[in-house]
């Protein structure tokens, strides 16, 4: 009973029925009501919103965890050592407050375009869950093959866990899953379809705007740190316009901060990966490669599980008739 009162709740707001035979990229483009305006009062609703609810929520925790933690000393050093995720409560709150990038990426979606959230996962629609274990099982194995083949013929660093370490893997496994698929919803779901709504004749406007932004989000970085972002980012919007979703996308961003984290807290910190503003182009060139590899293979994975890549029903001449059966 509850469930069919939420479907309808939600009903009433997603007036615009789904376009029939499009890709993941088309599904805002045959609103039925100035989609160009939409898409462009979305996004900067959406970005906005990310400012706000973001700055609240990690100001909230900041609070939160200076009254249950009573760290004592400074509360402004207090806040500060967390945007540095120097203790785990800094991990935890920095996680959550880019997790609300899911439910402004749904509410933005649902009350701005009138389509029903469920689309922004994928074609059919919601997550093709085996898709995306798969998915992180193929980047696992092959991130670390990747690592592996880096540190050839150099000494491996010894093994020095940091303080709290365990703490920090625990929060590094709960949260940064939710970090990264908020982001995919973000850049590679609501961003990507916004603009390739604002120009639609190719989805490579879509996949490199959203690409850019992602890159730039991450504040000072030097050229090959900001390529080496927005590679991943165009290397993995190609994978959801071209395999119908943000599964693939959401395994390689977990898997990748997953390991960053885990591994830091063994051999480093995790603030000093935090606060990475460089690398080199050696490091670039290995981190394409990986991303590019990665990007084949979930490809053909895709195909061989014989994905649908398009919503349900029959493309028209112009891609925008609704497809009437709705579920």
């Not at 919503?311 to 001449?317: C, E, H, M, Y």
């Amino acid at each position: 009973m509850a469930s069919s009162a939420t479907e309808s709740w939600v009903d009433r707001f997603a007036s615009e029925p789904t376009p029939a035979g499009v890709r993941y990229d088309e599904i805002l483009v045959g609103a039925r009501d100035r989609p160009r305006l939409r898409s462009a009062a979305g996004i900067l609703t959406a970005i906005l919103l990310f400012f706000v609810v973001a700055t609240t929520v990690s100001q909230l925790m900041g609070w939160l965890g200076w009254v249950l933690l009573a760290p004592g000393g400074d509360y402004v050093e207090w806040l500060r050592a967390l945007g540095r995720f120097e203790n785990p409560w800094g991990m935890l709150s920095g996680h959550l407050a880019l997790a609300m990038l899911i439910p402004i990426s749904l509410a933005v979606v649902l009350f701005v375009h009138r389509r029903h959230p469920k689309w922004l996962a994928s074609v059919r629609p919601w997550f093709r869950w085996r898709y995306l274990l798969l998915s992180m099982g193929l980047a696992f194995v092959l991130f670390n093959l990747v690592l592996f083949a880096q540190q050839l013929g150099q000494p491996f660093p010894g093994l020095r866990p940091q303080a709290d370490y365990w703490v920090f893997f625990v929060v590094i496994l709960l949260t940064s899953p939710l970090q990264a698929a908020a982001e995919e919803f973000f850049f590679r779901g609501y961003l990507l379809q916004s603009f390739h709504t604002l120009a639609p004749r190719s989805p490579w406007f879509g996949v490199v705007c959203s690409a850019a932004l992602f890159a730039l989000f991450h504040g000072t970085q030097n050229l090959p740190l900001f390529l080496d972002r927005f590679a991943f980012g165009v290397l993995v919007g190609v994978l959801v316009v071209r395999t119908g979703g943000l599964e693939a996308a959401i395994g390689a961003h977990v898997i990748n901060n997953v390991m960053a984290f885990s591994y830091a807290g063994l051999y480093s910190t995790i603030a000093e990966v935090k606060a990475t503003q460089t690398i080199d182009w050696g490091d670039l060139a290995w981190d394409l490669g990986g991303f590019g590899v990665f990007t084949v293979l979930a490809l053909l994975l895709g195909r061989r599980l014989g994905l649908a890549v398009t919503t349900p029903g029959t493309r028209t001449p112009d891609g925008v008739d609704p497809w009437e059966q709705r579920t």
